[in-house]
Every structure is written in structure tokens, then in C-alpha cells.
């Protein structure tokens, strides 16, 4: 791609390319995460946690759509190495 200061077009739209970028990047906090979960206003969780009647804490990452609090009881599904997180009723 070529970019020539006097096509208006060019310029607005590499502006615009940058701008949502930048908004992506703002939402997610990392740059690896798909743009659509962001649309959507899901976040990707680097957590510890562990399992009822286990003493052992586990690493891992979470994609939930509310924020996480320490000590509340989740309901997770695991797909791959990502756990898609939600509060428990």
C-alpha cells in the first residue's frame, strides 16, 4: 500500500485502520485476543485458581465477559488452554 498525503481517502483511512487498532488493543489489554470478543466486551484473565476440595493452585487464562473477583465461585467450560468463565447462580 502506497500512501500519498494529498489522497484525502488514503490518509483517513489509515487513520481510521490505526485509531481502531489502538481501541482494540485499549480494550483488551494485550494484543492477542480476537477483535470480535473485544467488540463484544469479553477480556482475557491470567488467574490462579483452584477446585472445591483441593488444596492445589493451578495457573491458567480465563475469557469472561464480567470482571473476576478473588474468593467468588465460577462456572467453567475449558476449550483448549482458555476457560470461558461465568458466575455461578
Known amino acids: 500500500m502506497n500512501l500519498d498525503y494529498q489522497e484525502a481517502g ?3 483511512g489509515l487513520i ?6 489502538f481501541w482494540i ?5 494485550q494484543l ?3 477483535p470480535i ?8 484473565h491470567e488467574i490462579s485458581y483452584s477446585f472445591p476440595g483441593s488444596d492445589k493452585l ?5 475469557l469472561s465477559k464480567e470482571p ?3 474468593g467468588t465461585q465460577y462456572v467453567h467450560v475449558l476449550i483448549q488452554d482458555v476457560m470461558i468463565v461465568k458466575a455461578a447462580d
Open 25 to 29: 488493543t485499549h480494550r483488551s489489554g
Open 37 to 44: 470478543f473485544i467488540a463484544f466486551g469479553w477480556r482475557l
Open 58 to 62: 493451578h495457573q491458567g487464562r480465563a
Open 32 to 34: 492477542l485476543l480476537n
Open 10 to 12: 488514503k490518509f483517513v
Open 16 to 21: 481510521v485502520f490505526l485509531l481502531w487498532m
Open 68 to 70: 473476576l473477583s478473588p
